[in-house]
């Protein structure tokens, strides 16, 4: 199963956790037969109360990397799903990070995009409703926001260049974003 987490306790070293969801978790019907998609991002909330798992799920075709862009939202201690990414919010793509905004009123989940209209969106925490979606044209593998909320980091890459006089071009991207709220 690729939609299961297991929460240990690091003074003891004994699980106190598991959570088990089909969501994430697809088996491919077109061109490779096998299971794919998986959960790629964890982040507690700022009370520590609850737990945001962010990746892909359900696609018909692995190779291509279109599963649903998917959130859940997980009461960790009763491994209980309170709440999901809606119907209609979502498109397709790999969503590779997860991050709470300091305040702990947004998340934001990120990634990369096969179809649909953004690959990095801002949530409210409380209704997990979508607030801001954007097409930053990038990969998005890694984010953060700065300890006083008011930007946002993004690591990531267009593509791989080809080798050019026997080494690779500069890739990576850090895209910067001040935050109006």
Known sequence: MMGEIRIWDLESGKQTATITTPDFTSWGIIKSHHYIGGIYALAFSPDASELLAAGMGPMNDPMAGNGKQTWQRFAWRDSRKTSQIKDG????????TIEFHPSGKWFLMAGRMAQGKWNTALFDSASGALVHSIDNKMRVTDSAFTTDGSELLLAGATSQEKKKDGKYPDFGRLKR???VV
């Open 89 to 96: 919010d979502n498109g397709n793509g790999l969503m590779e």
């Open 177 to 179: 974003y001040r935050l």
